[in-house]
């Protein structure tokens, strides 16, 4: 049925929705529906075409959708007018708006299908430009913002270098990094054209970075790929010197990247170039060109060569698999090492006649013709930095260093310092070799307890300079020894100290001599366990009451002997009495203008007959200095081991003033000098043999010097000199285990009942300054005048007791001395020409005498004194006196470890 002919809806709503169909007016309704309906016929006659074109009530063309719109508001009812009555005539609505454009289409909406999601080209070409504009802009927003870092602080990390005396390098040590930064023209340009050819042809045109090399590294990285390096000498140098970050990471190498275009921008490429080639790792440990030199080659890097150049520029690829010792990676063994550094040596040097640098080739191909062989390369220990003497000659050094300038030990530690020293390589590796002979041929210490702990230590210095030429410290840092034997305080000296005190009695004389200097021909009973007496003439006392006694180590009756004879055969008696009358703080003073130290003696309020014997306790290095002094007549420079510090190119002050002192008169020195020469080392006495050090003279040129064995052989010395060299040896025990570090006995030693001084030190120094004088010719000591009056020293025995020597009971003497099978000559009264002193009982002018029995009292005019000759033996002790006099009289204990060759430490 057509809708025309349909009824009417019962209600307004009914009726205008069925009037907006129809296009004709609805039946009204009681809410208004009969306006709606008009309304609805009014925009229904608009959705049909009459047949003259126009639509029903007048409605134009085009209004349809408007009208639609009424039809539905009448078919609800609704009207648009507030009293529900006829509106009038519809007005005409203007068009739509067409829809805004998106400022990107896309979603294409033009377009259907796949093509609404393909972008145009306008787009792709504006993300092109946008993402280029986009790129540049944080390109210089980052480098804007970048700051270029100062050079980090382990950048600069340096070792210390230590030099021998001829300048070649020693070792290094200390510091951070085994690194030395040496300046650009210090590097060889070989080197420098070596490193440009193989790394960066256009380093000095680029501006520090690679766009061809920094692609490459992003697509290898994008790709899975390990992540590149900078590709550059800037840039390496930038990691290398100025980022304390070293993580291979895309943010590190976009930082990198901009720190390197600035660094090339503003910094000169020269400094670029030497920062890289300073701080470039080249294996082995070796941080840096001059580390890299000394590692392979065993030169300073100004002295490399063009091939070892090139082989040092292919190392800085990778030196774990370049180095032709091998590597620590797979596949890195020597043979595939060395394959791959002589493939990239030869092509190094085959660049450079490629690559050219001021206007022409870096080599010509004359030049490359003459490396066809592969350099030596040096073979790498890594444990070789500081054994046999080396530690031992750096810390000498160094605490040299801190003594005499205001470097400060954590200074020092942290590097940097070139030190040049005084220590003489081949004369350093000649006193190491007589020392493990002599360890060798006598110490046995599987199978011999006592052979155990044996130390050795040993210094040589130069009497005209003053310098240390050579020391001997132990077996070396690397057989975990870190105590310097040379160096060290704690053993004491024994008889060698005797010669301090016959140059203080020649010098100052004796309270007998009134204070004027006295001849080496003076005497003194040299009989055992003589009383010794202070210098009133009172007997010291013991610890328990009894007169004090000095026990020579056998009781063998010396008789009256002369200090030069007594020196010879090192006889206790003599010297600790002569200490006690020459004042033991003069002798004190004495050794100290000698070269003693101070700390290495006892106190002078602490001072005891004993201090004659040697319990002081030197080292080596400065037993020599002192023996130097008189080898150089007198004079004392005070003993050094550097002469040169530099710091950054800077020489510092304070190493090249070494001035002379007049330490003791040249005749005095020279007097001593001779005593020890013709006595000590020549001296001839019948039965008894020949002096303590007769050894000595196997060097068979002049020499002079002096034993010294302490108490139960805890210690035994030989301290020599010729005039060019003076040099001590010392021998003792000590266990490293102990707690106290206390100085043990070395009776059994090397197959020897007793060791002393005149056995394995003397032959030690024998051995060593053979090598080390040789091709120096001999040199005569100086002739010395005559010196001081003879005098007499207390306790002598009397004409009566000595014409008619009695025959030895108990042992005879068995340290230095050969065994005698006979008494000694008998001894004589003064020389009638003498002037007698009221203390001397012997002589022949004096007063009256009431002599008796050795040992017997015998008095004079004006004083009254205890001889003694006896015979019998006696313990020798370390008891305590005291009984001190002024000007140097004996006060304090006595005993100790120090007694001298002959025996020490005094007895009650």
């Not at 007018?81 to 998106?102: C, F, N, T, V």
């Not at 080659?297 to 063009?306: G, I, Q, S, Y």
């Not at 007589?434 to 046995?444: C, F, H, S």
């Not at 010669?499 to 004027?516: I, K």
Request: proline share 7%.
């Amino acid at each position: 049925m057509s809708e025309h002919r349909r009824k009417p809806p019962n209600s307004g709503r009914g009726g205008g929705r069925h009037g907006a169909h129809s296009g004709r007016r609805g039946t009204p309704g009681a809410d208004g529906g009969a306006t709606a309906g008009r309304r609805a016929a009014g925009g229904g006659g608009g959705r049909r075409r009459a047949p003259d074109g126009n639509t029903a009530y007048g409605a134009g063309a085009g209004a349809g959708a408007a009208a639609g719109a009424a039809a539905g508001a009448a078919g609800h009812g609704r009207s648009h007018s507030a009293a529900g009555g006829y509106d009038g005539p519809r007005r005409r609505r203007r068009p739509e708006p067409p829809p805004r454009k998106r400022f990107i289409d896309y979603p294409r909406s033009n377009h259907t299908g796949l093509r609404r999601w393909l972008p145009s080209w306008k787009q792709v070409m504006g993300m092109c430009v946008l993402g280029v504009g986009l790129l540049v802009g944080l390109f210089f927003l980052g480098y804007m913002l970048v700051e270029v870092p100062s050079v980090a602080a382990a950048a600069k990390a340096q070792n210390n270098v230590y030099y021998w005396s001829d300048g070649t390098q020693m070792a290094t040590y200390g510091g951070e990094k085994n690194r030395q930064i040496v300046d650009l023209e210090d590097i060889p340009k070989e080197m420098q054209n070596a490193v440009i050819a193989a790394e960066n042809a256009t380093f000095y045109s680029d501006p520090g970075i690679d766009p061809k090399g920094i692609v490459r590294a992003m697509f290898n990285m994008a790709a899975g790929g390990s992540t590149q390096s900078g590709s550059t000498i800037t840039q390496q140098y930038v990691k290398n010197a100025r980022l304390d970050d070293q993580s291979q990471t895309i943010s590190r190498k976009v930082q990198e990247l901009f720190i390197s275009i600035k660094v090339g921008a503003k910094v000169d490429k020269n400094e670029i170039l030497a920062g890289y080639l300073n701080t470039a790792y080249y294996g082995r440990g070796a941080y840096g060109i001059q580390a890299a030199a000394q590692a392979y080659f065993r030169v300073d890097a100004e002295n490399l060569k063009p091939d070892q150049s090139a082989f040092l520029a292919a190392v800085l690829k990778g030196p774990d698999l370049y180095d032709p010792q091998g590597g620590s990676v797979p596949g890195a063994s020597p043979e595939d090492n060395r394959k791959r550094a002589e493939e990239r040596w030869r092509w190094i040097l085959d660049r450079q006649m490629e690559v050219e640098m001021d206007g022409q080739k870096m080599m010509s191909p004359a030049e490359r013709a003459k490396y066809e062989k592969f350099p030596e390369i040096a073979k790498y220990n890594p444990s070789a930095g500081l054994t046999g003497q080396k530690g031992y000659l750096i810390e000498t050094a160094n605490r040299y260093v801190l003594k005499n300038s205001n470097i400060g030990k954590e200074e020092l530690e942290r590097g940097g310092y070139r030190i040049y020293t005084t220590f003489d390589r081949k004369k350093v590796a000649q006193m190491e070799k007589a020392v493990n002979d002599a360890r060798k041929e006598y110490l046995d210490p599987k199978n011999r307890d006592k052979d155990k702990y044996v130390q050795f230590g040993g210094a040589s210095v130069d009497p005209t300079s003053g310098k240390i030429v050579a020391l001997y410290g132990g077996e070396g840092f690397d057989q975990d020894h870190f105590t310097n034997n040379a160096d060290t305080l704690g053993v004491p000296v024994g008889s060698t100290w005797k010669p301090f005190v016959l140059a203080s009695a020649f010098e100052n004389g004796t309270y007998r001599s009134e204070g004027q200097p006295i001849s080496p021909e003076s005497k003194y009973n040299g009989n055992n366990k003589i009383i010794i007496r202070d210098q009133n003439g009172d007997p010291m006392p013991g610890p328990d009451g009894e007169d004090f006694r000095q026990a020579n180590e056998s009781d063998y009756p010396y008789g009256y002997v002369t200090l030069e004879k007594a020196m010879g055969l090192s006889i206790n008696s003599p010297f600790v009495q002569l200490g006690v009358d020459v004042g033991l703080s003069n002798v004190q003073k004495t050794a100290a203008s000698a070269g003693i130290l101070d700390e290495s003696m006892p106190k002078t309020q602490d001072l005891d007959a004993s201090f004659s014997l040697g319990t002081s306790t030197p080292s080596a290095i400065r037993m020599a200095s002192a023996y130097a002094t008189f080898a150089a007549s007198g004079e004392h420079i005070e003993p050094y081991s550097v002469t040169k510090v530099i710091k950054e190119g800077k020489e510092l002050k304070g190493y090249d003033d070494h001035p002379t002192e007049r330490g003791m008169d040249a005749n005095v020195a020279d007097n001593v000098t001779k005593i020890l020469n013709e006595q000590v080392v020549n001296g001839e006495y019948g039965e008894l043999g020949e002096g303590t050090g007769a050894a000595a003279k196997d060097l068979g040129r002049p020499a002079a010097g002096k034993t010294g064995t302490t108490d139960e052989n805890k210690s035994a010395w030989w301290v020599g000199y010729t005039p060019q060299l003076s040099t001590a040896v010392t021998l003792f025990r000590t266990d490293p285990r102990s707690e106290k570090q206390e100085l043990l006995s070395m009776n059994g030693t090397g197959g020897f009942d007793s060791i002393h001084g005149g056995q394995i030190p003397t032959e030690i120094w024998t051995n060593y300054m053979k090598e080390a004088l040789k091709g120096e010719d001999p040199v005569e000591f100086p002739v010395p005048d005559p010196l001081g009056d003879i005098v007499d020293g207390g306790g002598v025995p009397t004409p009566s007791e000595t014409a008619i020597e009695p025959e030895p009971t108990g042992t005879q003497p068995t340290e230095e001395p050969d065994d005698p099978t006979s008494s000694p000559p008998p001894s004589t009264s003064p020389p009638p020409s003498q002037t007698c002193e009221p203390w001397d009982m012997e002589c022949q002018s004096g007063g009256a005498t009431n002599g008796g029995d050795p040992g017997g009292e015998t008095t004079g005019e004006t004083t009254t004194g205890e001889t003694t000759g006896e015979t019998t033996t006696g313990e020798t002790t370390g008891e305590t006196t005291n009984g001190g006099q002024p000007n140097g009289g004996a006060n304090g204990n006595a005993g100790s470890d120090g007694g001298g060759d002959d025996g020490g430490g005094l007895i009650p």
